[in-house]
């Protein structure tokens, strides 16, 4: 697990083109502020979270093919249904301090980037332009 990258993988390099083609201002991995959400911009107050499907538990996945509940390994899987469970209640208690600042908080699974015209359509009606 120490090989896996925390920063600037591929989905949040893709997701950064398409911010920054729909004309978005933001910054990256903004430690003042709760999870240190991949991409925020506090004036606007909205922050994003990159989120990979096994990782965080992606229920109903068509990438990690977990049906109603996240995809579990089956090799130690106490371990590993644990671990997944813990990332999520993280991601759950981050969300909700940020909302609590008055944030909107956005949540982009890493198999929603397949689809990026689908992904656009909702950041321009969800998040506010910068100036």
Same mark, same amino acid.
């Given at each position: ?10 989905? !949040? =390099?893709?997701?950064?083109? *398409?911010?920054?083609? *729909?004309? *978005? ?22 922050? =994003? ?24 390994? =089956? ?21 909700? !301090? ?11 699974? !890493?198999?929603? #980037?397949?689809?990026?015209?689908? #992904?656009?359509?909702? #950041?321009?009606?969800? #998040?506010?332009?910068?100036?």
């Amino acid at each position: 697990m120490k090989a896996v990258g925390q920063k600037h993988t591929q989905p !949040e =390099i893709a997701l950064k083109r *398409l911010l920054q083609s *729909l004309g *978005l201002r933001y910054r990256l991995h903004n430690r003042g502020l709760p999870g240190s959400p991949d991409f925020a911009n506090q004036k606007r107050r909205w922050a =994003i979270f990159v989120n990979g499907c096994f990782w965080h538990g992606h229920k109903n996945c068509s990438k990690t093919k977990g049906g109603r509940a996240p995809r579990v390994p =089956i090799g130690n899987r106490e371990y590993w249904a644990t671990k997944l469970l813990a990332n999520r209640r993280r991601d759950a208690r981050k969300c909700l !301090e940020l909302r609590r600042l008055g944030f909107k908080v956005l949540l982009v699974w !890493e198999c929603q #980037l397949q689809e990026p015209d689908l #992904l656009a359509a909702r #950041l321009t009606r969800a #998040l506010p332009k910068s100036e």
